[in-house]
């Protein structure tokens, strides 16, 4: 697998941080949420994770500007996913990643390992069919462990919202459409 790169020394630090914020979309980091309670959503009946997650499948882009996307890949693996990053810009791979996501059928929540060793794993679940929440694992592969700081909203078939959550409100959103649907 390959790890994260940042080729070109010229680049400015808005495009830095854009890189970092999308693609710790997918990869855990460390935040200060612990602290936060979470009572995750209820329903009258249980969700089926493992097909709810096939909502992912496919190529999905959110781009920035014209010449400025970021775009991910999902493909089955097991009973989850199968997941490739890139970042472009002007055509150029800035920075590209893989990782893998499969089901935990005890905690009934997915879990997310990519190939850079320095990022801690990451636990995934719906909440609703159209809703997912996602969050580090704070106690490396306890699954109960995960608190939520960003939660995917299919808006549509082809068009995904991510939404951050921090200490202080939700950061701004970002909005994936589905290519070639």
């Known amino acids: 697998m390959k790890t994260?790169?940042?080729?070109g020394f010229g680049m400015s630090n808005y495009y830095k941080f854009i890189i970092t914020l999308i693609?710790?979309?997918?990869?855990?980091?460390?935040?200060?949420l612990s602290a936060q309670s979470?009572?995750?959503?209820?329903?009258?009946?249980?969700?089926?994770?493992?097909?709810?997650?096939r909502q992912f499948f496919g190529k999905w882009k959110f781009e920035k500007a014209k010449d400025t996307i970021y775009t991910f890949e999902c493909k089955a693996f097991k009973d989850g996913l199968d997941l490739y990053f890139t970042y472009k810009i002007s055509g150029q791979i800035m920075m590209e990643q893989k990782?893998?996501?499969?089901?935990?059928?005890?905690?009934e929540k997915f879990i997310q390992k990519i190939s850079n060793p320095d990022y801690p794993p990451f636990a995934m679940w719906f909440t609703s069919k159209d809703t997912c929440e996602s969050g580090p694992l704070k106690d490396n592969l306890?699954?109960?462990?995960?608190v939520p700081d960003r939660r995917w909203e299919f808006d549509s078939p082809?068009?995904?919202?991510?939404?951050?959550?921090?200490?202080n409100g939700y950061m701004p959103t970002l909005t994936f459409t589905r290519e070639n649907p």
């Not at 693609?23 to 200060?32: M, P, Q």
Request: no cysteine.
């Open 23 to 32: 693609t710790l979309s997918f990869i855990a980091f460390s935040t200060n």
């Open 142 to 146: 306890n699954m109960n462990s995960a």
């Open 99 to 107: 990782g893998l996501m499969d089901y935990d059928s005890k905690s």
């Open 158 to 167: 082809d068009q995904l919202i991510l939404s951050f959550r921090t200490k």
């Open 38 to 53: 979470y009572e995750p959503a209820v329903s009258g009946t249980k969700l089926n994770q493992k097909d709810l997650i």
């Open 4 to 7: 994260i790169s940042y080729k």
